[in-house]
């Protein structure tokens, strides 16, 4: 059984830092590129951050560039995501995804070529 778990969200204030943390289990964690997604009430889940399988390539949206860093450790099969500078439009529930290396055809902001997701967890950024 797949399981993805995030953790670290938590109420800060703007210009604070938080990492992010997502552990898997019952994958094959090196076949699969990760993503972080996030969501606010009533909005559609929009992509935060990429990497690649090998952890090579990564992406991410023009809002957090400079302030977010993705990586990842293999051999524990981790994600995390680190985020400094916090500002209020950053609140949101944060999930992390994952989807087989063999996807890279689809764009990687595109929550339906992710094949496994964890629950979120939550970030709030006072200001």
């Known amino acids: 059984q797949v399981q993805l778990v995030e953790s670290g969200g938590d109420l800060v204030q703007a210009g604070g830092s938080l990492r992010l943390s997502c552990t898997t289990s019952g994958l094959n964690f090196a076949d699969y590129a990760m993503g972080w997604f996030r969501q606010t009430p009533g909005k559609e889940r929009k992509g935060v951050s990429y990497i690649s399988s090998s952890g090579g390539v990564s992406y991410y949206v023009d809002s957090v560039k400079g302030r977010f860093t993705i990586s990842r450790d293999n051999a524990k099969k981790l994600v995390y995501l680190a985020m400094n500078n916090l500002q209020p439009e950053d609140t949101a529930m944060y999930y992390c995804?994952?989807?087989?290396?063999?996807?890279?055809?689809?764009?990687?902001?595109?929550?339906?070529?992710?094949?496994?997701w964890g629950q979120g967890t939550q970030v709030t950024v006072s200001s």
């Open positions: 995804a994952a989807r087989l290396k063999t996807a890279y055809l689809s764009p990687w902001s595109q929550a339906g070529s992710y094949k496994f």
